[in-house]
């Protein structure tokens, strides 16, 4: 199957601080798309970012950035100056007709 | 735009139980999905439709699964014989159609089976 990896389970950081989620996929495919979407204690997952694998650009939306390597297999997303509302669990997910998540990570900001 | 609809939110059964679930998708999404997800899992891919019509379905989905949208709008997942490996959140998601759009996921029913 072709995964895609979160490898950390859970991050803790204090209040503005800057913190990276990491994604690792795997793909045969050579058009594909990446999302991030983020599960609030709510539990309704919110769309963040949509990238096709043509653009390596990085991107920036805010206080989010996101981070394309397709050399490393990587889509990395930073929030930078973290907020007490950043906490949640965040999925990377890459396409295959439907979507493919990863375990997700979970996120405490503590004020 | 009111978003993706899920009912109930919670249902509890008793093994061996029948239930169904409905999802309301977004009225101009073509495709409605089917997710399930576990405590610290993401969620996994069951089944989709395109309209009417049952697209894809995955090995996850056991002949006790079935899922309907016999008018290409709402869509029903039933489950028949409940086990206790059923319990888990039944997400629902729409998009327009085509393999990359974005999915707006509903809130999901939390399916507990004692």
């Known amino acids: 199957a072709q995964k895609v990896t979160q490898a950390q389970t859970e991050i803790s950081v204090v209040e503005k601080e800057d913190v990276t989620l990491d994604c690792v996929y795997e793909?045969?495919?050579?058009?594909?798309?990446l999302f991030w979407y983020k599960q609030p204690p709510s539990g309704e997952l919110v769309f963040l970012i949509r990238r096709n694998s043509f653009d390596e650009q990085n991107e920036i939306s805010g206080r989010y950035s996101w981070n394309f390597q397709k050399s490393t297999s990587s889509f990395n997303f930073t929030i930078t100056a973290s907020q007490v509302v950043d906490s949640a669990v965040y999925f990377c997910?890459?396409?295959?007709?439907?979507?493919?998540f990863g375990k997700g990570t979970k996120l405490s900001v503590k004020p | 735009d009111t978003g993706v609809s899920q009912n109930p939110r919670h249902k509890i059964t008793k093994r061996g139980q029948n239930v169904t679930f409905r999802c309301d998708p977004i009225s101009e999404h073509n495709r409605l999905y089917w997710y399930r997800q576990t405590l610290g899992q993401g969620p996994e891919f069951l089944t989709y439709f395109q309209n009417e019509a049952q697209l894809e379905k995955s090995r996850l989905l056991s002949d006790r699964f079935s899922a309907e949208r016999p008018k290409g709008s709402f869509s029903t997942l039933e489950i028949q014989r409940t086990e206790q490996g059923d319990s888990a959140m039944y997400l629902c998601?729409?998009?327009?159609?085509?393999?990359?759009?974005?999915?707006?996921f509903g809130s999901g029913t939390q399916l507990s089976v004692l």
């Open positions: 998601a729409s998009s327009w159609a085509g393999p990359y759009e974005k999915l707006f």
């Open positions: 997910a890459r396409s295959q007709g439907n979507l493919i």
């Open positions: 793909t045969r495919d050579t058009t594909y798309y």
